[in-house]
């Protein structure tokens, strides 16, 4: 598939409207809850994005400045002289003013174009300016190709958006290069990690953080975990992206708190509400309400976004229905990261897909040992290179369910971790051997602090085939690149390409796939 480095003139048109429409939003009209006018028009001053898309429907978002109702045109070209019209919902406090509205009966592998009109729910003549998006739908056919680029971990370590050197500059660098969609892979904000002003950087620097009062102290209630999801679109970047460029989301922790768990309560003195499934409950919602997710409706994650005959993406949830963090040493693990029936529903979901490559977007990585404090573990791998214990046990499980399925075009992609690497996992480097070898490609961050390369764990038998990371812990985005992956999947020959990329436009490692292996 032939690479797209900057967007059609189209687009160009598009995102030029975007801007144009967002362009009054200002940190005074926007630093915590909107104060609501009584006259003038519906304004989607937040911008637009769309979510979910496959090859005839997406998920299309905005949020208005008061209430509204939501209508939404698309078009096949950028005049919109014959469009399609959808009714989207009200727009009121109880979703903090957003709103997704569905899109369906799309056509496959074009380019569509919609724009957005909030009016007034009591007089609908009485419309804002229209704030225009575009997408393109996944190919129906094979030869047309897929390329999508993924990484997570938003806003993180102290590091908010930073006019200094061009907010999440990022973001920028990804829509230039006019990928299909966008992998979010969890952390998409940081809930318990407060801002402050400014920071003073080991080499004498300062860093300065646009400040909003919700991200000034950790989030509890529900209005604060909406003021943190809607700090990212303050950033002209992420606006400009999200106007462009259709994303599938997942979360991990930071949206709740570093490390959480289902039960758990807190000791952690900055935080009031000590509930973690309390406030699990207040992100999940203000996520739904913030993100175009197909299934939070139905209250899960968890999902498959069919992308076309080349590509399924499996969008796992290893936070909600994990057990307890611990040392990880025990024989018998029904529950795992996973939980039993996200288990038996990835299982039974790999089995039915025909897509040539088969993407599980995991929140966290398999093989690298991720501590919890002086001696539990955070994600799968607890340090011991023996047999499968703990929550290794369930991945054991899954793994030789891929082996003896004979399900070809298994690859992992996950962030989390805050360093880019590529490991390759072979049963026979591995004390646990009942699987098929495979790839996991890790990336992030994208505006956070950078930490050094985790340790690898032996069971799956992981070697490491490349990694960047940085000496010390919390290394600022203006000391050090950010990352994000890119994944090119050719229509002709199946191969699947993957690139770990930093931001200046380096490539940072590359390597091709071939199509058709159990595993990989």
Request: charged share 25%.
């Amino acid at each position: 598939m032939p690479h797209r480095p900057s967007p059609s003139p189209a687009r160009r048109s598009v995102l030029r409207g975007s801007l144009a429409a967002s362009a009054a939003l200002s940190l005074g009209a926007v630093a915590s809850a909107p104060a609501f006018a009584r006259s003038g028009r519906p304004s989607a001053r937040w911008g637009v994005q769309a979510g979910d898309v496959t090859a005839t429907s997406g998920l299309v978002w905005v949020r208005s400045d008061r209430p509204a109702r939501m209508v939404v045109e698309t078009s096949a070209t950028e005049s919109f002289r014959h469009v399609r019209r959808h009714l989207g919902p009200l727009l009121g406090p109880d979703t903090d003013f957003t709103g997704t509205t569905a899109l369906r009966g799309l056509p496959p592998g074009e380019q569509v174009h919609y724009r957005v009109t909030l009016t007034d729910p009591d007089d609908p003549r009485r419309g804002g300016e229209p704030v225009t998006g575009t997408f393109r739908t996944a190919p129906a056919r094979r030869r047309d190709g897929v390329r999508f680029l993924w990484s997570g971990d938003i806003a993180g370590q102290g590091w908010g958006i930073n006019p200094d050197i061009g907010g999440f500059f990022a973001y920028e660098e990804m829509r230039r290069l006019d990928p299909d969609f966008f992998l979010c892979s969890g952390d998409t904000v940081y809930a318990d990690g407060p801002l402050r002003p400014s920071v003073t950087l080991p080499d004498g620097r300062v860093w300065r953080n646009l400040m909003t009062e919700e991200k000034a102290k950790v989030a509890e209630t529900l209005a604060e975990y909406r003021g943190n999801f809607r700090y990212n679109l303050l950033d002209d970047n992420v606006r400009a992206f999200n106007a462009q460029v259709p994303s599938v989301v997942q979360w991990d922790d930071h949206e709740v708190r570093n490390n959480w768990y289902p039960g758990q309560i807190l000791d952690d003195p900055r935080y009031t509400e000590k509930d973690v499934d309390v406030l699990a409950a207040r992100s999940l919602r203000a996520f739904g309400e913030y993100f175009p997710v197909s299934t939070l409706h139905a209250g899960r994650m968890h999902r498959v976004v069919r992308y076309g005959p080349l590509l399924d993406v499996f969008v796992l949830d290893m936070r909600t229905y994990r057990n307890a963090n611990s040392p990880g040493r025990q024989t018998d693990d029904g529950t795992g990261i996973l939980g039993a029936a996200q288990l038996a529903w990835l299982k039974r979901e790999l089995s039915r897909s025909r897509a040539v490559w088969k993407v599980l977007a995991a929140d966290m990585p398999l093989g690298l040992v991720v501590p919890d404090g002086a001696s539990d573990i955070e994600a799968v791998a607890q340090g011991d290179p023996g047999a499968p214990l703990g929550r290794e046990l369930q991945i054991a499980e899954l793994l030789r369910f891929v082996k003896h399925r004979r399900i070809t075009g298994t690859v992992w992609l996950t962030a989390d971790v805050h360093h880019t690497s590529a490991q390759h996992y072979a049963p026979e480097r591995a004390v646990f051997q009942d699987f098929a070898p495979f790839w996991e490609f890790v990336s992030g961050p994208l505006a956070a602090g950078g930490f050094p390369a985790n340790a690898l764990d032996g069971t799956f038998g992981p070697r490491r085939v490349f990694v960047r990371a940085p000496e010390r812990a919390n290394v600022s985005p203006m000391e050090s690149s950010q990352y994000f992956g890119e994944v090119d999947i050719d229509g002709g020959s199946g191969e699947l390409t993957v690139r770990l990329r930093a931001t200046g436009g380096a490539t940072l490692f590359s390597t091709t796939l071939a199509p058709g292996r159990v595993g990989q």
